[in-house]
């Protein structure tokens, strides 16, 4: 079946502005995480749905990060008046709760540049 | 909290040649599950072998195989007859096991370069 998509596949943006980063998970699986990808800090985790759960957003750098999953499904990582040490590669990954045994299966990623 | 370290920033290998990327951990969990995820240039995180903690049985996955030591919290990937296209970023990660699963503690990965 179909993988996990993301999109867009780069984001350029400015200073200040808001974006909006997109995953749409394997179909069925009821977990989804975003982790952020940068030169300086590696793989960071951010931000985890379960199903119908209150998310952990234990994960998020600041307030200006936030995070939805509409319908169990789609879920939209917004960073809201960007900074320039936000530019990263943002990963999106899902897993099934039964059987993978929570493997956790990735998309291909938005790389952000933040001028 | 768990930490994943790879001591190995960069490796290589002659194309058909045996290599093997070291990772360690740290951790107060019992019951967890250790993975290792290869990244080639097209960004794409392709899981290449997965260990759970309660099997002492080193998983192996045709050419990938592991050396997984629990009391010393190692978790090491064989790579037998090397290819080209296993250049890559390798990165060790962990996850704690529960119900729900839970995020991933990735190391800083090595980056590995196969030869001609």
């Known amino acids: 079946g179909a993988g996990v998509s993301q999109s867009p596949s780069n984001k350029v943006t400015e200073k200040g502005k808001d974006v909006e980063l997109r995953c749409d998970p394997i179909s069925g699986h009821t977990a989804l995480y975003w982790y952020r990808q940068s030169l300086g800090q590696g793989l960071e985790f951010l931000i985890y749905?379960?199903?119908?759960?209150?998310?952990?957003k234990s994960g998020l750098p600041s307030d200006r990060f936030s995070a939805e999953r509409t319908g169990g499904s789609v879920s939209t990582l917004t960073i809201q008046r960007t900074q320039q040490e936000d530019s990263a590669v943002y990963l999106c990954?899902?897993?099934?709760?039964?059987?993978?045994?929570?493997?956790?299966?990735f998309g291909p990623g938005t790389r952000l540049t933040v001028l | 909290a768990q930490t994943v370290t790879q001591s190995q920033p960069e490796m290589s290998v002659q194309e058909a040649e045996t290599v093997t990327l070291s990772c360690t951990y740290d951790t107060s969990e019992n019951n967890y599950y250790l993975f290792w995820y290869k990244q080639p240039p097209s960004r794409q995180m392709i899981l290449v072998i997965r260990?759970?903690?309660?099997?002492?049985q080193n998983a192996t996955e045709n050419r990938f195989s592991v050396n997984f030591q629990k009391a010393a919290k190692s978790f090491s990937l064989k790579i037998s007859d090397s290819q080209l296209g296993d250049t890559a970023m390798y990165f060790c990660a962990f996850m704690k096991l529960n119900n729900a699963g839970n995020m991933l503690t990735f190391g800083g990965g090595t980056r590995l370069m196969v030869k001609p």
């Open positions: 260990q759970e903690a309660y099997k002492q």
């Open positions: 990954a899902s897993s099934s709760r039964l059987g993978g045994g929570g493997t956790q299966y």
């Open positions: 749905f379960q199903g119908n759960s209150a998310p952990d």
